[in-house]
């Protein structure tokens, strides 16, 4: 089986700076993103030796233990992308289009999807995505990493709000992380994604 590999930061610890602190990158990166990683791949080896007939496992437990961590993995790697330094504003391109055709202005996109980040329950994300079938583009939570999933839409642009994600610098202000953070996203990494589907 393919072993799952924790992606190097596209750019330097600090470069979020005073978005998203130094620390906060390190930990948030080499700590929890690689967690999520060693989770899979744990679980992964688990699903091999009982294959193999090496090992009885729980295998409700197992699968859920596969998509908490590979969840976690996969929308952490779209994370770091989606944001970069001096970058913010509004989009180009066709995403800017789509945006403008769904949500009505970009302003409208960004009051929906602020909403979704600052109200989700606990821990968890806010995910602009794409449905390929209906050429449509949705605004979702997932809780955790993958409660209230939707099977068929594509993720674009994630927000991670986890606590780890911005309590050593926002305390308990959610919301200012989530209105500080419009101004890091990499708007043409979401493009490259969008555009690729
Ligand atoms: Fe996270």
């Known amino acids: ?3 799952f590999e924790l992606p190097p930061l596209p750019y330097a610890y600090e470069a979020l700076q005073p978005v998203i602190s130094k620390e906060i990158m390190t930990l948030h990166h080499d700590k929890h993103h690689a967690a999520y990683v060693n989770g899979a791949n744990a679980a992964l080896e688990k ?3 009982s294959r193999k007939g090496e090992m009885e496992i729980d295998m409700k437990a197992t699968l859920r233990d596969i998509s908490f961590n590979l969840s976690g993995h996969n929308l952490h790697s779209m994370f770091w992308p989606n944001m970069g330094s001096n970058k913010g504003g509004t989009p ?3 995403i800017a ?6 949500f009505g202005s970009f302003a409208s996109f960004q009051k929906e999807f602020s909403a979704a980040a600052k109200t989700t329950e606990g821990n968890g994300w806010a995910v602009l995505a794409f449905h390929p079938q209906t050429e449509q583009l949705f605004v979702i939570q997932l809780e955790k990493h993958n409660v209230a999933a939707i099977p068929g839409l594509r993720p ?7 606590e780890h994600a911005y309590y050593l610098d ?8 989530v209105d500080s953070w419009w101004n890091v996203v990499n708007w043409d ?3 490259k994604t969008f555009s690729k589907l």
């Open 1 to 3: 089986m393919k072993k």
């Open 47 to 49: 699903l091999e030796k």
């Open 92 to 94: 180009g391109g066709k």
């Open 97 to 102: 289009d789509q945006i403008n055709k769904d």
């Open 156 to 162: 674009l642009l994630v927000l991670d709000v986890w």
């Open 170 to 177: 926002y305390k308990n202000d959610r919301a200012k992380y």
């Open 189 to 191: 990494d979401v493009e």
